[in-house]
């Protein structure tokens, strides 16, 4: 592939003083662009641009604002005649728990990255427009897509470019203007003062910036009006995906205890849907079997709010009448906010009328501290806060003015959640629902505006849920179609009859409920009887080698399994730590020459699978003593109150018998896995882990590990690859241990090997526990340290102990290693029922330490069935797990 030129082309970066916006004004300059170094530190501009000069190539600094986006597209315009490509890269951060952040610290986020996107995309526009040609990227960030702790304003942000982006990509087809957002991950300032070295190394600007490069160039793909997650190498694209919803009678039974009898349906992904618009659902023909159903059942008991006062913002008409009247129905105290006086006393009498409880709140619903204060004076309390206010100033792009866009925003975003939340903290229970659109969503021709501000709603509010967690606020977002007063404009009469506010206010009634216990943090859209929930699916995939230069040409050869959703890979991430997971997986793909001769042959293997499996790693040996095996020990939970497992001159000192995963770790980490097509180690999860124990473990020794591949399976969409390591004693050559590991490779299918494993018993046995009560439960709470405890016995990864790289992953501390649970689990089977000789597991979730894990066992025959959950979330972290005992008619030591 040639290298693409930017030769001919003016490039604008904001933000470009330093990390990302630098990195891209280097490519840019390098492939022959003259560039705009924009950034408000002069100094910071023009090292860049001196950087590039002295390369031959050609920039000039500009230090204005980006909220003036009109002086940083004239610098373009004086210096170079034009400008084809703007990059949004420029941004802050103000960091703080939502309680204590201040309308400053918020305005300022929203200035930055919404106006400054907003004013230099608005000055570009017009020669985009004329010349036929312009290509933008949008800076969101993966605390805009799931939220994230302690950034509610750069949330808002993050996830409002997204449907900026989305608008424009609408308004600039026609003209050959294209957007495209990304979700960067990539250091910066900020990390390099609390990252090591070998870490930032990994996550460099560099791995970004090919791909910016790639969809901008003219003959690029056509990424317009899409979302990428780009970092560490790795590469995928986002899209939306919707469940399949559910359908209710629009008459009087369709109420919140409705909605809660069926909620499992407006959540079922079983068949659900990919859209890019408003236009992709047959609202109609939904109403219209709505209408043909028999009344919908109930759920006992029924949803309702008495005692509860409910803040109501924009109610004095529309979908805010709607829901006032349904919560004066169900028991509530309602506060009707409005800034028309007559609309809020009317909706005020038809509550009272009819015998509920009602006060009036005039004004904007910015001042939630005024609404507030009616609550408590009134009622003596707030409860549920549903913002609902909205203005339309719908106008294209190209006509859009500064004003139009600030009010807009301003309405939309400034919610009085702040005013509320220090006393749902204070009562550990609060629950809020905002309003965000379909088209913030989908974003909208002639809605740059509104379409920004309603995704920021959704940011923010998904930040809320993971703040109120803890403190028993939930928090959900929904975009409703209904007729409104706002609707009223552009839509016909026949569609504002048909979708009545009323139909969205029991989903609203639903979410906001008691009744609520766990939905929280999530999107649904709502019309006529209809209501279903919209959440990101993200593409396999690609992870490039992070010990080679990545180019924009490497992108563009990887572009259709960048962008494929349908090879069996795609996944769901709900949070900034699980999106983030597979990006730092990919810090271990490195390019990989390893060959050497030798078999471990299977007559029915492929010509692939028989090739591969003549590279064989070298033997891996392993020292270790008694203090090694005491450390093992302490790593999965045991005391000082056990001495035979934590006192070497105990008579019974020994080995826990899962220390036999430890010798052979560095072994089964070396297998090549290159050999799979497709393979991309992000794609690569740890599934099973199986240990025979073959002889007794000496409590000293010296051994040596020998692995193979042992199996690989073509599962259509993915590989499924076991390996087998055998650990010996050096000198006798006695084999202790043998483990299996399971990995399976997304995306790696295909290829025509076998696609079902032969039975090797216990290693692939269901291990499906029996229907009836557990024998035996085994409680156990981790220790805070358990992390940084467990890698002294050779676990390096850093995802289990800086706190720094954790936080990169999204997560709020190290979490443990798979096979430190599993210990603890071994530990639990071996207290309850003794001895076993083998031990197999299934991983099926994470764990952190500090928290307790549960292990649930049932005996059948000579095995014990398990599975362990972490009791404070509920999850289960291991399944289809089991031993094999060594003495089956032991009895039961303990049931705890």
Known sequence: MS?????GHTVVVTGAGGGLGKAYSLLFASRGANVVVNDVSQAAAQKVVDQITQAGGRA?????????GAAVIQTALDAFGGVTILINNAGILRDKGFKNMTDQEWDQIQLVHLKGAFSCTKAAWP??????????????SAAGLYGNFGQANYSAAKMGLVAFTKTLAREGAKYNIKATAIAPMAASAMTETIMPPEL????????????VAAVTHPDGPDASGKVYEVGAGFVAEIRWERSRGAIFKTDASFTPSAVKAKWS?????????????MSDFDAKGTLEKASQLPPNPQAKPEVRFDGKTVIITGAGAGLGRAYALMYGRLGANVVVNDVSEKGAKAVVEEITKAGGKAVPAIGSAEDGDSLVKIALEKFGGVHVLIANAGI?????FTAMSEQEWDAVIAVHLRYCCKAVWPI?????????????SQVGIYGNFGQANYSTAKAGILGLTRTLAIEGQKYNIIANSIAPSAGTAMTATIWPQEWLDAFKPDYIAPVVGYLSSEANEETTGSLFEIMGGWAAQTRWQRAGGHGFPVNKTLTPEAILSKWSIISNFDDGRATNPSSTAEASQQLLENFQNTASDESSSDSYADPEDSPLVAEAKKNVPEPVEYSYTERDVILYNLGIGATEKELQWTYEGHDQFAALPTFGVIPQFQASGGIPLDFLPNFNPAKLLHGEQYLAIKAPIPTSGELVNEARILEVLDKGKAAAVTSVVQTKDKSSGKVIFENQSTVFIRGSGGFGGKRTGKDRGPATAANTPPKRAPD???EEKTLPTQAALYRLSGDYNPLHILPEFAAVGGFDKPILHGLCFMGFSGKHVLKCFGDYKDIKVRFAGVVYPGETLVTEMWKEGDKVLFVTKVKERGTTVLANAAVTLVDPGKPLKAKL
Do not use: W
């Open 3 to 7: 290298e693409l030129s930017f030769k």
């Open 60 to 68: 000039v600094a500009n230090t204005s604002s980006v909220a003036d």
């Open 127 to 140: 020669h985009f427009r004329k010349q036929k040609f312009g290509r933008i990227v949008n800076t969101s």
């Open 200 to 211: 930032l190394a990994n996550l460099k600007p560099e791995f970004v910036a090919p791909f």
């Open 265 to 277: 349906e407006v959540t079922d992904f079983e068949n659900p849907t990919y859209p890019t618009g």
């Open 392 to 396: 339309l100033r719908d106008k294209s």
């Open 424 to 436: 749902f903290q204070k009562q550990k229970y609060g629950r809020i629902v905002t309003t965000c």
């Open 776 to 778: 035996a439960v085994m």
